[in-house]
């Protein structure tokens, strides 16, 4: 049970909801979105935040959004990771969604959420940053498309009042070859010692991270060490991980040397598989 009162509302188109959250933070009622809940219940329950009024965005159509338009694969943000999963739209983010939490939290952890949310590792952005994938944020300035990677550093970098409504995947990198590879230190269900996500287009791979850092991230030039065929498969590993070895987390899930020493093996494993793909 959440210890304290709050006010509900549940619209039903953008406007509604950015209009109620306005109101709202007008009035001093410090409002919040709420798709899935699963995080902000949690931390609402532990006393970790508090919160006046409730917008739910899950009866906007565009939120629930699961379908094709415009050579896109367009993913509302309040489907539930399940309901991606279960969809078999994109393999790479089916693996994903598919690798965070158990399946009964599959059911209640939304796109948006994982990928706005507090927690660290937010592995679903992984597909979408190695898709060039466009976002689609409502703010009270209106709807507007960015490019993911213009507004993900480190988190997405959402002003107050805005939420986003859906993001949307070239259709023409759905199928292509891809790897996810994802360690941990004891459970298959666990937050990521190291989670690799990529894809094979063109001849060449595209990589991202989490787990490694305190953030998830995709890195232009270890996509070149990557490719680089002038360098074997172990020479390509080691210069990835010294290149990538600043600010490697270390905490109870791994020291930062075990993380190091798991990317070399993992990169080495990634090269060896996909090199045929």
Known sequence: MIPFDFEYYQPSTVA??????????????????????????????????????????KEIPECKVLGYANDNLHLGSALTLSEIIESKQFPLMEKSAGRIADHTMQCKITLGGNIAGTIIYREAVLPLLLTDSKITIASRRGVNDYWIRHLFHKRLNLQKGDFIVKVSIPQNLLQIPYFHIKKTTNEKIDYPLLTTAGLKTEGKLKIAFSGLKAYPFRDDDVEKVLNDEHLDFQERAQKIAIALSHDILNDLWGSAAYRKFVLVNTIENILQTMKDA
């Open 16 to 57: 509604e909801a950015i209009d109620a959250f306005t109101m709202l933070d007008e009035k001093g009622k410090d409002p919040v979105y709420y798709g899935g809940g699963s995080e902000l219940i949690s931390m609402a329950r532990l006393g970790n935040r508090n919160f006046g009024a409730v917008v739910d965005i």
